[in-house]
């Protein structure tokens, strides 16, 4: 593995052994949960906003070494932004792990370590499911977010 490839694998490890904001904000502005039934993952997002701007996100539950990591680098990558803004973010995100994405986007910061999803498509879900349940959090969507 290249020393790039090695960096990203231990950036990826070291968020899924130790994720950060992991838990639920109590009282929350706003909340979702996902699923994604072919790996096993279940997450749950919470939120509290003011004036447009997500001032705190959290995440709680269980799911594989590219959930976990992806959903504890969404939480510091949200914080302090507008809906647009993660919009945004996470297409970019979203068509890295797809393979339409650039992997050098300066824009993708830490983000840029999911590039090597886009070689193991099965995987695509598992790295976007903290964002679509981060979208149906800002949705105030009751039901539960799934990858199927």
């Known amino acids: ?7 990203y694998h231990d950036m990826i490890l070291g968020h899924a052994k130790a994720p ?9 502005d706003a909340s979702a949960l996902g699923h994604n039934p072919l790996c096993g993952d279940r997450i749950g997002v919470t939120l509290l906003l003011s004036q447009g701007r997500v001032t705190d996100v959290r995440f709680d539950g269980s799911g594989c070494a590219i ?3 992806s959903a504890s680098l969404m939480t510091e990558g949200v914080k ?6 993660i919009d945004t973010v ?12 650039d992997p050098e986007d300066p824009e993708l910061g830490k983000l840029a370590v999911f590039g090597g999803v886009s ?11 903290p964002w679509h349940t981060l979208n149906a959090a800002f949705d105030n969507s009751n039901a539960p977010v799934s990858t199927e």
Do not use: I
């Open 119 to 129: 070689e193991f498509p099965m995987r695509v879900k598992c790295a976007t499911l």
């Open 67 to 69: 959930c976990t990591a």
């Open 1 to 7: 593995m290249s020393d790039l490839g090695d960096l």
């Open 90 to 101: 996470f297409q970019r995100v979203h068509d890295l792990v797809t393979g339409k994405g």
């Open 20 to 28: 950060r904001n992991f838990g639920k904000l109590d009282p929350c």
């Open 80 to 85: 302090g932004r507008t809906r647009a803004e």
